[in-house]
């Protein structure tokens, strides 16, 4: 059952960070502005996209946490 969660959550994460639109590719590491005219990597979440981001990070330590329960049991 723990494995099931797991993998579950695990799939969460990925979509979640999937969804996390940020800029892509060789332009964003080089620091190429994007198309909607932000200059810098740190901009204010606002909306949708802080309820993404906190929901990653919940998702990130419950998935965390049930590898460490597996890893220990």
């Given at each position: 059952m723990l494995s099931i969660i797991?993998?579950?959550?695990?799939?969460?994460?990925?979509v979640l960070i999937l969804l996390q639109e940020r800029s892509s590719g060789l332009s964003?590491?080089?620091g190429a502005s994007d198309s909607s005219g932000g200059g810098g990597v740190y901009q204010a979440r606002r909306g949708?996209?802080?309820?993404?981001f906190a929901?990653?990070?919940?998702?990130?330590?419950v998935f965390v946490g049930l590898s460490l329960v597996q890893l220990l049991s």
């Open positions: 797991q993998v579950i959550s695990a799939i969460v994460l990925v964003g590491l080089m949708a996209e802080r309820i993404i929901a990653t990070i919940g998702s990130l330590v």
